[in-house]
């Protein structure tokens, strides 16, 4: 590295009795941090988290400190497995809904009169349902919610890693897990429903 700049800069603002010492100090100082680097970590090696998207298969680091991908094999294994687990997390999410319809309580159907577009009177009706704070569904609701927020956040942070082939293994999972799962969800269309 070339040091002119900053020799210079110590030179015109230090007295030249205490210029030698401030050179040799502050070089031996950043040629043994370059030189040997951060040794954070157990192992004393430290790694750099990749700031753009890159398809490698050498030193990705996934989600724990020693689950580190070196080979293409491992690489396959992990595209696989956070495959799946964004097939889970899609299938997560609908089976929550679907546990969340079969046990509501209290359903209860308001009527109300809405005119019509031509003077006559419809009768419009509304389904309001509740849940039990207490409850076993709503305990499940809860653990369900904080595995699916788990998950999430792992899949987030897989995609953060930058490296290509995880970040296809997440999109693609999502898409096959949407695909497999959404059709079940009930959608529910209003006969009555009209713009006001």
Known sequence: MDHSMHHGHVQGTTPPAMTGRMDHT????????????????????????????YFGCKNVELLFAGLVINTPGEMAGACIGVFLLAVFYEGLKIGREFLLRRNQVNVRYNSM????????????????????????????QTVL???????????????MTY?????????????????????????VVDITEHCH
Not at 45 to 51: C, F, L, R
Not at 145 to 159: C, G, K, N, T
């Open 26 to 53: 502050m070089d031996h100082t950043m040629d043994h941090t370059m030189d040997h680097g951060d040794h954070g970590g157990a192992g004393g090696s430290h790694m750099m988290m990749q700031m753009t998207f």
């Open 113 to 140: 009169p809405v005119p019509g577009a031509d003077g006559t009177v419809l009768m419009e009706t509304h389904k309001t349902v509740g849940q039990r704070m207490l409850s076993l569904p709503h305990a499940l």
């Open 145 to 159: 919610h904080i595995i699916q927020v788990v998950v999430s956040y792992f899949l987030m942070l897989v995609f």
């Open 163 to 187: 490296n290509g082939y995880l970040c296809i293994a997440v999109a693609a999972g999502a898409g096959v897990g949407y695909f497999l799962f959404s059709w079940k969800k009930a959608v």
